[in-house]
Nanobody
Framework: QVQMVESGGGSVQAGGSLRLSCAISGDTSNTYYMGWFRQAPGKAREGLAAIHNDDSTLYADSAKGRFTLSRDIVKNTLYLQMNLLKPEDTAMYYC??????????????????WGQGTQVTVSS
């Protein structure tokens, strides 16, 4: 089973930047894509960006233009660069492993393994 550990969260002021990291380990043989998600209190988990094993990417509208997903295959790490942060970006951020081979998607139901999350707080 794949394991993931997120880091890089913190408190920033609006307009600031953060880079989140997701260290990946374990058996990734049934993982076809990896994604970044967030969940604010009282809200559903929201997909932000994902990258397929073939390097294709998906971005949610809320992430386009401000968030950039990347990965380092040698370090087995996924990153999310977040710029121009807004108070509404405050949430717990998670990385997830996608195992639905037939569909590359940001739907949370397609992701079967999750990290513990890292908190991002943006103040105005």
């Amino acid at each position: 089973q794949v394991q993931m550990v997120e880091s890089g969260g913190g408190s920033v002021q609006a307009g600031g930047s953060l880079r989140l990291s997701c260290a990946i380990s374990g058996d990734t043989s049934n993982t076809y894509y990896m994604g970044w998600f967030r969940q604010a209190p009282g809200k559903a988990r929201e997909g932000l960006a994902a990258i397929h094993n073939d390097d294709s990417t998906l971005y949610a509208d809320s992430a386009k233009g401000r968030f950039t997903l990347s990965r380092d295959i040698v370090k087995n790490t996924l990153y999310l660069q977040m710029n121009l942060l807004k108070p509404e970006d405050t949430a717990m951020y998670y990385c997830g492993a996608g195992s639905l081979r037939e569909l590359f998607t940001l739907r949370t139901s397609a992701y079967t393994s999750w990290g513990q999350g890292t908190q991002v707080t943006v103040s105005s």
